[in-house]
T-cell receptor
Framework: KNQVEQSPQSLIILEGKNCTLQ??????????LRWYKQDTGRGPVSLTI?????NTKSNGRYTATLDADTKQSSLHITASQLSDSASYIC?????????????FGKGTRLHILP | EPEVTQTPSHQVTQMGQEVILRCVPI?????FYWYRQILGQKVEFLVS????????KSEIFDDQFSVERPDGSNFTLKIRSTKLEDSAMYFC?????????????FGPGTRLTVL
């Protein structure tokens, strides 16, 4: 069964610190993996998108890594800011009949404390 | 910067009533999606739409649901006879390429409350 698992479920860190969020997936075959940021009550916003041939992608203070062999991805946030408080969602796409099917992880809720 | 818009932001309805959720995707995008997120749970894919027809749909997207692109700009989700368990945030998204190949841009969502 195609699944996307994220850890930790929630994380609390102090402002200015770094953190790493994990995503493991069992999806196969695999089109791409994306990380989204979702503020409470808002729609997800794309941070990074990687195909299976890419193993790292950066977007400002966000750096995503991908190991397609072990089916693991991580999202590293550098020098966290209060505005980073949100849910971070790992999303994996795999090819279906006419379009890709998309599976969302449950997300990691990140709290940044001043 | 272009964005996906959704209306209404909050819809309250009685069980058994029909609702139509509206979305205006980014103007040059070709692929359109609906997702839902029940409070406290993960986002779930409902349906993808391309070239005026459904590309893929999930098990959730049963006969009570339908989508339509009635004109060149709007993309709608209709729930024919709402149930209590349809209460959720419904997100519309659009992309320039097929969903697996391109960034999807999400709207702000419509909160549907079924009483």
């Amino acid at each position: 069964k195609n699944q996307v698992e994220q850890s930790p479920q929630s994380l609390i860190i102090l402002e200015g610190k770094n953190c790493t969020l994990q995503c493991n997936y069992t999806v196969s075959p695999f089109s791409n993996l994306r990380w989204y940021k979702q503020d409470t009550g808002r729609g997800p916003v794309s941070l990074t998108i990687m195909t299976f041939s890419e193993n790292t992608k950066s977007n400002g203070r966000y750096t995503a890594t991908l190991d397609a062999d072990t089916k693991q991805s991580s999202l590293h946030i550098t020098a966290s800011q209060l505005s980073d408080s949100a849910s971070y969602i790992c999303v994996v796409s795999f090819p279906m009949n006419r379009d890709d099917k998309i599976i969302f992880g449950k997300g990691t809720r990140l709290h940044i404390l001043p | 910067e272009p964005e996906v818009t959704q209306t209404p932001s909050h819809q309250v309805t009685q069980m058994g009533q029909e609702v139509i959720l509206r979305c205006v995707p980014i103007s040059n995008h070709l692929y359109f999606y609906w997702y839902r997120q029940i409070l406290g749970q993960k986002v779930e894919f409902l349906v993808s739409f391309y070239n005026n027809e459904i590309s893929e749909k999930s098990e959730i997207f049963d006969d009570q649901f339908s989508v339509e692109r009635p004109d060149g700009s709007n993309f709608t989700l209709k729930i024919r006879s709402t149930k209590l368990e349809d209460s959720a945030m419904y997100f519309c998204a659009s992309s320039g390429l097929a969903g697996g190949q391109d960034t999807q841009y999400f709207g702000p969502g419509t909160r549907l409350t079924v009483l």
